[in-house]
């Protein structure tokens, strides 16, 4: 056990037994846990497996690579839209992570090979930009270059991020005020 993740669990507002449950179950399964992006993450010698997330209705369980394992079960969700390979089991209650102890073995032990066998998740096309990000990268070569410069992801976030306002005044005003970051070499969210 960790006291990090134990000091985590026990100043939770919400799903404190849950997520001591299922603690437990994943410590039982031979993964070592640690604080990780802010919450109790799972990890073997081959990688990250799972993160605890808890939210307002549910705690979920995300496997980093859930889309890359057999889930026979169906106990799986996709994270949403966008998400590329992490899905996530979801509990109610103590009872819930409690029979779920076999599925979650089974993705344990699946999720582990594929961090193993180094499986990842086919490369998401890179989206067209907006017409306002391509006026300001033609613009401006050393945007350009520093914006071509981000991580894929990185750069995948600041299209959605560009694309997800209706009005091109909008999208032009967060091109402009999102510049500088881009020119730093930085995601939307570091500092």
Known sequence: ???DVDAYIARASSWGPEMTALQRILLDLGLTEEIKWRKPTYVHEAGNIAIMQPMKDVLGLMFFKGALIDDPDGVLHSQGEESRSAMRMEFTSEADVEGARGAIGGLVERAVEAARDGREPEPAAEPDPVPELAEALA????????FEGLTPG???EYHLYFASAKKSETRADRVAKLAPKILAGKGMRDR
Do not use: Q
Not at 140 to 146: G, I, K
């Open 154 to 156: 990185r750069r995948r």
């Open 139 to 146: 613009r401006d070569p050393e945007l350009a270059e520093a």
């Open 1 to 3: 056990m960790n006291a």
